[in-house]
Antibody, heavy 127, light 106 residues
């Protein structure tokens, strides 16, 4: 059974960098079938896709966050990571990592359904 | 970006009722739509993909329909464990976007 687990600091100071890692177990992150993504959810609000990465390192970002976000993959550790720099209180949220399939390229990603999710980790931005 | 609009934002129903949630995309997405269920304090769970395909293990009382811009999630006979917020998501193009959610109360 595939499992994803987020890890990283739960408290980040304003203007600093938020860093999270997702460790995948029960399957290989190097599979050519899947993409690996980050989604966040501010307290009491809806879901926002942050970005996704393919095992080859190809990345896709939400334009609303692209200037501050970096997603990377380490296939040797079966992990992928998220960095968000220059954080503010508006970045306080539950952060989820998740897997999706899809036929992606040129701005399209047909069938990008998130079928496995981590339990999420609440990151608070506060001094 | 493709905007996803869900309605209603909340619905209160009784056990055994039929519940319908709608989702509208700001542009055509063929059948590239997913529905998720999120219970309080939990991660979302994929219910339906490709607008009408039931994810493995999901009870058959859940069904989805639609194509193009208008989609529907139906719970044929509401159960107590269906208390949750439901989200649609377009799975057509980047950036992937979600609807605002529909809270189902029993």
């Amino acid at each position: 059974q595939l499992q994803l687990q987020e890890s990283g600091p739960r408290l980040v100071k304003p203007s600093e960098t938020l860093s999270l890692t997702c460790t995948v177990s029960g399957g290989s992150i190097g599979s050519s079938t899947y993409y690996w993504g980050w989604i966040r959810q501010p307290p009491g609000k809806g879901l926002e896709w942050i970005g996704s990465i393919y095992y080859s390192g190809s990345t896709y970002y939400n334009p609303s966050l692209k200037s501050r976000v970096t997603i990377s993959v380490d296939t040797s550790k079966n992990q992928f990571s998220l960095k968000v720099n220059s954080v503010t209180a508006a970045d306080t949220a539950m952060y989820y990592c998740a897997r999706h399939q899809g036929y992606c390229g040129g701005g399209s990603c047909y069938g990008a359904n998130f079928d496995y999710w981590g339990q999420g980790t609440l990151v608070t931005v506060s001094s | 970006d493709i905007q996803m609009t869900q309605s209603p934002s909340s619905v209160s129903a009784s056990v055994g009722d039929r519940v319908t949630i709608t989702c509208r995309a700001s542009q055509g997405i063929s059948s590239w739509l997913a529905w998720y269920q999120q219970k309080p304090g939990k991660a979302p769970k994929l219910l339906i993909h490709a607008a009408s395909s039931l994810q493995s293990g999901v009870p058959s009382r859940f069904s989805g329909s639609g194509s193009g811009t208008d989609f529907t999630l139906t719970i044929s006979s509401l159960q107590p464990e269906d208390l949750a917020t439901y989200y649609c998501q377009q799975a057509n193009s980047f950036p992937l976007t979600f609807g605002g959610g529909t809270k189902v109360e029993i």
